[in-house]
């Protein structure tokens, strides 16, 4: 009987350690994905990736609710408003020489920056706790 019930606390630890090990990658894809961000100022057509991986961290905060997958998901969210729109884009494009425009852009380009920082000081504080659960 206790052998039947530790094979079933031990099977059910294994499962959860896979299911911890994905949501891991997914971070993982996550920063470079926003690694790929960083490079440039981006507009709504540039965050298709970072919506589908924003949904699976949605995902494994309900699975993990200890874990503070919902700091990453908040931060990106609040990393999303940050975008500029794709006519703000165009404009952009074709008068450069307009400095509100420009001035505009910077901005923007530095509020991505930060939340891109503070998405990244997430995923740090998540991949640790990952890394501590997996190591028991």
């Not at 997914?26 to 920063?31: G, R």
């Not at 509020?111 to 997430?122: L, M, T």
């Amino acid at each position: 009987m206790i052998a039947i019930i530790v094979a079933f606390i031990y099977r059910w630890i294994d499962k959860r350690a896979a299911l911890l090990e994905q949501d891991c990658a997914i971070v993982v894809k996550l920063t470079v994905e926003l690694d790929r961000l960083a490079e440039t100022t981006a507009t709504k057509s540039d965050l298709k990736e970072l919506k589908k991986l924003l949904s699976l961290l949605k995902q494994a905060e309900l699975r993990f609710p200890k874990i503070p997958f919902g700091t990453i998901v908040a931060t990106i969210e609040m990393y999303e408003k940050t975008v500029i729109s794709e006519e703000s884009a165009k404009r952009l494009k074709r008068v450069l020489s307009n400095k509100k425009l420009v001035d505009e852009a910077l901005k923007r380009s530095r509020e991505q920056g930060v939340k891109i920082a503070d998405i990244r000081a997430a995923i740090e504080t998540v991949q640790s706790i990952i890394n501590r659960k997996l190591k028991r």
